[in-house]
């Protein structure tokens, strides 16, 4: 959160690129967060749940454009991740799921930033299914905007990117951010009052402890039947 808002007031930043270190842009929750997590209260869920609404946030709303270069996986929260930047790509074999409901729980936090970015049909039929899906869906639902062959290709459309940015005035940008948001009429300080309260109540539930203590316990939880 401090790292966007610090690039958004320094001047001599005209483009933000967020990308992953290691195998993955990101591949879902830490393991070691979510034993710590199981055992949260509704009060401590809700602290947690409003401290990645405020870093998605502060993604969405820096003044400067804001660029996901995804490789590997893009689970969950990570999905929000890409979600909440200005633009996206991804490298081919890159997979991406709102994987939320295998756990008993639901994209909650996430879920204001990916219905704006695909829109209500598409939203509903991946968190519905939590199904996995690669790169070239991800760009013909919107998530992203390009599908780079390798490591090269993927920088190269960056670069691109980063070069039409460049060419144009940075207080125009911030204004068109600004604009955008305005027009779309969301009241995010609502919305973010209810997506975190609203997963602080699924994972306390009993549904929401067995999807997660199943995850940890490396089994299947009790509600889960094979087709």
């Not at 009060?43 to 990645?52: L, S």
């Not at 400067?64 to 996206?88: E, F, S």
């Not at 067995?210 to 299947?220: A, C, D």
């Amino acid at each position: 959160t401090e790292a966007f808002e610090r690039a958004g007031k320094d001047d001599a930043v005209r483009a933000v690129v967020l990308a992953g270190t290691g195998k993955s842009f990101c591949a879902g929750a830490d393991v070691n967060w979510m034993k710590r997590m199981v055992d949260y209260t509704f009060e401590e869920n809700v602290q947690d749940a409003r401290t990645m609404s405020r870093m998605l946030r502060a993604i969405r709303e820096c003044p400067r454009p804001v660029i996901a270069r995804v490789h590997g996986a893009a689970i969950g929260g990570g999905v929000g991740l890409v979600a909440a930047c200005d633009l996206a790509a991804a490298r081919e074999g890159a997979v991406f799921s709102l994987s939320e409901a295998k756990l008993g729980i639901a994209p909650a936090v996430i879920s204001p930033f990916v219905l704006e970015k695909i829109g209500p049909g598409q939203a509903r039929r991946l968190a519905l299914t939590a199904e996995r899906f690669d790169a070239v869906e991800a760009k013909r639902i919107g998530l992203i905007h390009e599908v780079a062959p390798d490591e090269a290709g993927l920088d190269a459309w960056i670069e691109r990117a980063v070069r039409h940015i460049r060419s144009n005035g940075p207080k125009a940008l911030s204004a068109c951010k600004r604009l955008l948001s305005r027009v779309a009429g969301t009241d995010w300080d609502e919305v973010e009052a209810y997506t975190t309260r609203c997963i602080a109540e699924l994972r306390a539930s009993p549904e929401g402890q067995e999807g997660l203590r199943s995850f940890l316990e490396k089994r299947k939880p009790d509600w889960a039947t094979d087709a």
